[in-house]
């Protein structure tokens, strides 16, 4: 699940990284919880717009919805308005205690062709998503929506982000991982 805020150009994105600072930890042992990362991407240096954008892996659909009912979610609500919520079902994750230390994200969502083969699609992202965990990846998901066919990866790196790595890059403030 991700949700992203733009933010406008001239935001003061030490707002967003302070916010993480004091608020990060508050998720950190939520139930149902995999992992949390809370993304940010600033205009010119990692992005072409600002972005607040956590990315969550849930270990089923009720967790999700609790914190979605949650105070702490209608307080971000508050703070940034109501955004619109992408929801993946989840092929592959792979998860190691590294995740905690990550720096940079990337994710990166495609088009999944009509007709297309999805056990084998699943099949050639499984590959990639172990070919990034060999490249130094201590987080690697690989999920499809099937309403925009679309497929996402998404990829935590605690050192510098490889040449080959696409898509949106994001610096990590905090990472939860219970």
């Known amino acids: 699940m991700q949700y992203s805020f733009t933010l406008p150009a001239d935001y003061d994105m030490a707002i967003v990284r302070q916010r993480i600072a004091d608020k990060g930890h508050l998720l950190d042992h939520f139930d149902g919880l995999m992992l949390k990362t809370y993304l940010h ?3 010119g240096s990692s ?3 600002n972005l607040y954008a956590p990315f969550y892996v849930w270990r089923d659909s009720a967790a999700m919805q609790r914190f979605l009912g949650s105070e702490g979610f209608a307080n971000l609500t508050r703070a940034f308005g109501w955004p619109s919520i992408r929801v993946w079902p989840v092929w592959d994750v792979y998860l190691s ?3 905690r230390h990550a720096r940079f994200a990337t994710r990166d969502i495609q088009p999944i062709a009509p007709y297309s083969p999805l056990e084998s699609l699943r099949d050639e992202q499984r590959v990639l998503l172990q070919r990034d965990i060999e490249r130094g990846a201590v987080a690697a998901v690989s999920a499809f929506e099937p309403t925009s066919w679309t ?3 998404f990829r935590l790196w605690d ?3 490889p040449a080959h790595a696409t898509g949106q890059r994001y610096d990590v403030g905090h990472v939860s991982q219970p």
């Open 47 to 49: 992005s072409d717009e």
């Open 97 to 99: 205690p590294e995740a």
């Open 151 to 153: 497929r996402v990866s």
């Open 41 to 43: 991407a600033q205009r």
């Open 159 to 161: 050192g510098t982000l």
